[in-house]
């Protein structure tokens, strides 16, 4: 018999025929039956009135996935051209045969489902579509709710992927696992021969699918690419998904001048959500073996990261070499303080000669940061801190303790420890008549090894009060600043005439003002707001003989923009400048009108001095000039993908330009850029070596150099891409440093061979070529390093061909 259709559901028209309705409990059964053509009502008997319309209300979107009861409570929908069966026991449906239960849809030629197992048994064609996962074979038999059955002779394709192949069964164990037989896996896009075949493919005798986890795993496979075996896999874990998980990472192969052959085999453990590992195997045919680990953490409040590396017995150097890395960032709650901010850096090595043997190797984690590759500066810091700050009040205690490497032939002065240091400042925010003011106090105990230094270590206290007064309006502003500053040293051994400790105090007066005028314009047929905002910056401070006192931490400070409007000469605490001079410039913008954004910046200032500025750094002239050089600045930003900027210092005295700085930078769309920069710097009072360079980055492809592609289109194939970057010395005329490289992009692989050299000292450099074949959405293989990690390092705005951050949706394969 026949029962009604449930209120919220529209019964079928009268034109079907064989229609049956079985309410299951929870779940009802809908029968559809759609005969070959549709039968006519008879003329005499109208058509029965259709109930009304149910009332639309709004739902959320469409959901990716469903919770597991909400799924248990879904109906099941069947229809075919023939339909039989019982009420609430089963249903056999012959020719078009569908079935419908929540996110699965199963398509045959015939189908038998019984009610009780919810027990579906399909045959002829069957297709299956779970969560835009797909799967067609000839022979199905499935629990649907549960999803635990078998399909024989099965092609199946993943959504989140792309990824297909064939099997002689698929073994489904629930929604998350199913396991495949003697099957094949790629993620190229087959196209409609019949002699297509994958540019790689992974056969296997087993693979096991964890969609929960994200990650495949192969038995007994071998890796073919072109139609040729490159590489046996006797088990293998391969990602699903972009998602972390435990297992190897691909293995890196490298040959050395030095080291010979090189194998490194890392292993990565995905401890927690917020903790990882890799170790990392190595062999150097003639060094020996090696282990290399890194652990990272990230806690709700306290982060960082361990690596360590260890070779024992190192057969060219003859002893054991080693090297580690802490990195670490907590917060910590201090009883009557409050919270404290502990800062860690530290890095180590066993020797000398440690960054000049190990600046090649590559990443331990496949990702290019490796632990060697850090090693390649010869200054270590170890590096340790505690912030606290409270209000107004700030304060911190560090420790700082360098590890230089020397070099026979390139020695460098190690640079002063700070054992400790410990600076206090105070910064009310709310003070009466508008006024500002600080207090900073820093005491540092500075030592370092006496071979490098003719001058003793000491203990610096200095303090620095200022007190300003803002005047700000919409068209300028005018800033009075008072700063009072006071030094002490205490020194381990007496300077050159006897003395133990030494004093300073000064004042600096400045007075900072600006205007800012706006208009309307109109350049090249285009709107803008103009802006002229000139500014004059006077600043003094009195002379103090400051010749005798030892440096620790002072330089001199560039002469650039950010430097111009400063009121000391000098970066650092041993040196105030003794300056009476009056810095005047003026900005003009070219501003969007309805963002705001800039898109031109020109800039001019100079500096008119009253008297010499005789407090210098040791061995340097007084600066008697009048007039200094002067300043020019401009910013070009007229369209997103252009831009130019430039920095240039003219001396009118000479009527030469002393430094120039132009940069430029073509970015049309994705994987298209182009930058190029030329510096050149001329000798004086703050530059000792001249130099003359260009400097030229891009990523192109090659297939289409004049095209006008936005982005790259995801079903683009067989693409050759040029990238690299080449730095060159016009004084030298040679390269200085240089990385050319070389990507092929087919649909489902990258290949990638990049040459680097980098010059590592005036008569040295490091020369190394990198391949690597990246099968997207499986795994990685490189010969010597990851060249990736040098693209990214080196090439500016480099893109990586396979990245795609679009997750697809289980409705882009709806059926």
């Known amino acids: 018999?026949?029962?009604?259709?449930?209120?919220?559901?529209?019964?079928?028209?009268?034109?079907?025929?064989?229609?049956?309705?079985?309410?299951?409990?929870?779940?009802?059964?809908?029968?559809?039956?759609?005969?070959?053509?549709?039968?006519?009502?008879?003329?005499?008997?109208?058509?029965?009135?259709?109930?009304?319309?149910?009332?639309?209300?709004?739902?959320?979107?469409?959901?990716?996935?469903?919770?597991?009861?909400?799924r248990a409570q879904q109906p099941v929908f069947v229809r075919g051209d023939q339909l039989s069966g019982q009420p609430d026991i089963q249903a056999h449906i012959e020719g078009h045969a569908e079935l419908r239960r929540s996110d699965t849809v199963i398509h045959a030629e015939r189908m038998h489902y019984d009610v009780a197992s919810d027990r579906a048994q399909a045959s002829g064609n069957v297709l299956i579509n779970r969560a835009?996962?797909?799967?067609?074979?000839?022979?199905?038999?499935?629990?649907?709710?549960?999803?635990?059955?078998?399909?024989?002779?099965?092609?199946?394709?993943?959504?989140?992927?792309?990824?297909?192949?064939?099997?002689?069964?698929?073994?489904?164990?629930?929604h998350d696992h199913s396991v495949i037989h003697q099957a094949t896996?790629?993620?190229?896009?087959?196209?409609?021969?019949?002699?297509?075949?994958?540019?790689?493919?992974?056969?296997?005798?087993?693979?096991?699918?964890?969609?929960a986890e994200d990650v495949g795993r192969a038995e007994d496979g071998v890796l073919e690419f072109k139609g040729l075996p490159i590489l046996p896999l006797p088990g293998i874990s391969f990602p699903l998904s972009d998602k972390r998980k435990t297992g190897l990472l691909p293995p890196t192969l490298g040959l050395d001048s030095v080291s010979g052959l090189e194998y490194a085999q890392p292993w990565y453990w995905n401890i927690a959500p917020q903790?990882?590992?890799?170790?990392?195997?190595?062999?150097?045919?003639?060094?020996?073996?090696?282990?290399?680990?890194?652990?990272?953490?990230?806690?709700?409040?306290?982060?960082?990261?361990l690596a360590a590396q260890f070779?024992?017995?190192?057969r060219l150097?003859?002893?054991?070499?080693?090297?580690?890395?802490?990195?670490?960032?907590?917060?910590?709650?201090?009883?009557?303080?409050?919270?404290?901010?502990?800062?860690?850096?530290?890095?180590?090595?066993?020797?000398?000669?440690?960054?000049?043997?190990?600046?090649?190797?590559?990443?331990?984690?496949?990702?290019?940061?490796?632990?060697?590759?850090?090693?390649?500066?010869?200054?270590?810091?170890?590096?340790a801190s505690l912030s606290w700050a409270q209000g107004a009040q700030s304060a911190s205690l560090r420790v700082l303790k360098w590890q230089t490497l020397q070099d026979p032939l390139s020695p460098i002065t190690p640079p002063y420890d700070r054992l400790p240091q410990w600076h206090w400042r105070y910064a009310p925010t709310q003070l009466p008549l508008g006024l500002d003011a600080s207090v900073d106090a820093d005491y540092t105990h500075f030592s370092a090894d006496q071979r490098w230094y003719a001058q003793p270590n000491a203990r610096r206290s200095y303090a620095m009060a200022q007190l300003s007064?803002?005047?700000?309006?919409?068209?300028?502003?005018?800033?009075?600043?008072?700063?009072?500053?006071?030094?002490?040293?205490?020194?381990?051994?007496?300077?050159?005439?006897?003395?133990?400790?030494?004093?300073?105090?000064?004042?600096?007066?400045?007075?900072?003002?600006?205007?800012?005028?706006?208009r309307d314009a109109s350049?090249?047929?285009?709107?803008?707001?103009?802006?002229?905002?000139?500014?004059?910056?006077?600043?003094?401070?009195?002379?103090?003989?400051?010749?005798?006192?030892?440096?620790?931490?002072?330089?001199?400070?560039?002469?650039?923009?950010?430097?111009?409007?400063?009121?000391?000469?000098?970066?650092?605490?041993?040196?105030?400048?003794?300056?009476?001079?009056?810095?005047?410039?003026?900005?003009?913008?070219?501003?969007?009108?309805?963002?705001?954004?800039?898109?031109?910046?020109?800039?001019?200032?100079?500096?008119?001095?009253?008297?010499?500025?005789?407090?210098?750094?040791?061995?340097?002239?007084?600066?008697?000039?009048?007039?200094?050089?002067?300043?020019?600045?401009?910013?070009?930003?007229?369209?997103?993908?252009?831009s130019l900027d430039s920095s240039m210092q003219y001396n009118p005295k000479n009527g030469e330009f002393l430094r120039s700085t132009l940069a430029m930078r073509y970015s049309p769309g994705a994987y298209r850029t182009v930058s190029a920069a030329y510096r050149m710097q001329k000798i004086t009072d703050l530059i000792t070596q001249p130099s003359k360079q260009l400097d030229l980055g891009w990523q192109w492809p090659l297939n289409d150099l004049w095209g006008d592609h936005r982005s790259r289109p995801a079903q683009d194939a067989g693409r050759w891409y040029s990238v690299g970057r080449l730095n060159y010395s016009l004084q030298d005329r040679k390269f200085v440093d240089t990385v050319l490289g070389l990507e092929y992009e087919s649909c489902c692989w990258i290949g990638r061979v990049v040459l680097e050299r980098l010059q590592r000292s005036l008569d040295s450099s490091s020369t190394r070529i990198m391949l690597q074949l990246e099968f997207l959405g499986f795994s990685r293989l490189s010969l010597g390093a990851n060249p990736l990690a040098a693209l990214r390092q080196h090439v500016p705005r480099y893109q990586n061909l396979g990245d795609n951050s679009a997750v697809p949706s289980r409705f882009t394969q709806y059926d």
């Open 275 to 305: 903790r990882d590992a890799t170790i990392t195997p190595m062999l150097m045919s003639r060094r020996g073996v090696a282990l290399a680990g890194e652990l990272r953490y990230l806690e709700p409040r306290h982060s960082g990261e």
């Open 317 to 383: 150097r003859e002893r054991d070499r080693w090297a580690w890395r802490a990195r670490q960032g907590a917060l910590l709650d201090a009883p009557l303080l409050g919270p404290l901010v502990l800062g860690l850096n530290i890095q180590r090595v066993s020797d000398d000669n440690y960054w000049r043997d190990f600046t090649q190797r590559g990443s331990v984690n496949g990702g290019g940061n490796s632990l060697a590759g850090q090693q390649a500066q010869r200054l270590l810091p170890g590096d």
């Open 311 to 314: 070779m024992p017995n190192d």
């Open 523 to 642: 350049f090249f047929g285009r709107a803008f707001l103009q802006t002229l905002e000139p500014r004059a910056f006077y600043t003094y401070t009195p002379y103090r003989d400051q010749s005798r006192l030892p440096v620790y931490d002072t330089a001199a400070t560039d002469f650039n923009f950010a430097t111009v409007y400063t009121e000391n000469a000098f970066g650092g605490n041993d040196r105030i400048a003794d300056n009476n001079l009056l810095t005047l410039g003026a900005t003009t913008r070219l501003l969007e009108p309805s963002t705001g954004g800039e898109l031109v910046r020109l800039g001019i200032a100079q500096r008119l001095r009253f008297t010499d500025q005789r407090v210098t750094m040791p061995g340097a002239l007084p600066v008697s000039e009048r007039l200094s050089d002067v300043l020019l600045g401009a910013g070009i930003h007229w369209t997103p993908a252009w």
């Open 469 to 518: 007064r803002p005047f700000l309006a919409p068209g300028g502003f005018i800033t009075p600043r008072l700063q009072l500053h006071a030094t002490r040293y205490e020194f381990d051994s007496p300077l050159p005439g006897g003395m133990h400790s030494a004093a300073r105090n000064l004042p600096t007066f400045s007075l900072d003002s600006g205007l800012i005028f706006e």
């Open 132 to 174: 835009g996962n797909r799967y067609q074979g000839t022979r199905l038999d499935l629990q649907v709710d549960a999803f635990h059955g078998f399909f024989d002779d099965a092609r199946y394709r993943l959504l989140a992927t792309g990824a297909h192949g064939q099997a002689q069964r698929v073994d489904f164990i629930d």
């Open 1 to 70: 018999m026949n029962r009604p259709l449930p209120p919220h559901r529209l019964p079928p028209r009268r034109t079907l025929a064989g229609l049956a309705a079985l309410l299951l409990g929870g779940a009802p059964l809908a029968l559809l039956a759609q005969p070959g053509a549709p039968a006519q009502p008879p003329a005499e008997q109208p058509m029965a009135e259709l109930p009304p319309a149910p009332a639309l209300r709004a739902s959320p979107q469409l959901q990716e996935q469903l919770p597991p009861a909400r």
């Open 185 to 211: 896996y790629t993620t190229c896009q087959r196209d409609d021969q019949d002699s297509w075949q994958p540019d790689w493919v992974l056969r296997a005798r087993r693979i096991e699918l964890d969609q």
